[in-house]
């Protein structure tokens, strides 16, 4: 395999290789760098993993308030989780109050791509439960991808009413979104810089 093949070459630290994607990743450990290898062998790196201490707590700890001076920020896909469940009411066992974020401003800090482990803090955790409502409890990556008859994929954010999504130029990619309660599930309109 590519991990037993780049381990043989003299002087490379320990390597793991791991499907991200359509891509393989390999990751070298000592010095955490990433990189992605197509299937038509591009290879695109170096990738930072992210590590976020306040994953899917967009006040980053309460040092941001969703003000103009300090807007909420989403560094990882946990965090768009956080800001949808909140606009869809909140979750008690989670400790995430609802609102309706009126007037608020929100920055996107980086992209993000719900296909890539990299765009998630941890793809593999399960504390969301049943994102897309399948009936079935499943990683937070697969919750969200996942476009089977019945998965909702991400549910959009709703009442966002005079506020502001500054995408900084960065985008979401693979977002699925399908059909849910009766309605259509949609992400707010973003401002461009």
Not at 3 to 20: L, P, Q, R, S
């Amino acid at each position: 395999t590519l991990g037993k093949a780049i381990d043989n070459i003299t002087g490379v630290d320990e390597t793991y290789v791991f499907a991200d994607s359509d891509n393989l990743a390999v990751q070298f450990k000592s010095s955490e760098r990433y990189y992605l290898v197509s299937k038509d062998g591009a290879v695109e790196g170096p990738i930072a993993k992210i590590v976020d201490e306040y994953a899917g707590d967009i006040t980053k700890n309460k040092q941001y308030d969703g003000s103009e001076a300090k807007p909420y920020q989403i560094n990882c896909i946990e965090d768009l989780v956080e800001l949808s469940i909140i606009t869809h009411g909140g979750n008690k066992e989670l400790n995430i109050a609802g609102n309706w974020l009126q007037d608020k401003y929100v920055k996107l800090m980086r992209t993000l791509d719900f296909q890539s482990s990299f765009s998630y803090n941890d793809p593999t955790t399960k504390i969301y439960g049943d994102l897309n409502e399948d009936g079935v409890e499943e990683d937070i990556k697969t919750e969200l991808t996942k476009q089977e008859e019945g998965c909702i994929g991400f549910k959009g954010i709703t009442s966002f009413e005079r506020s502001t999504f500054d995408g900084q130029g960065y985008a979401i990619k693979n977002l699925y979104m399908h059909s849910y309660n009766g309605g259509i599930a949609f992400l707010p309109r973003t401002k461009t810089s």
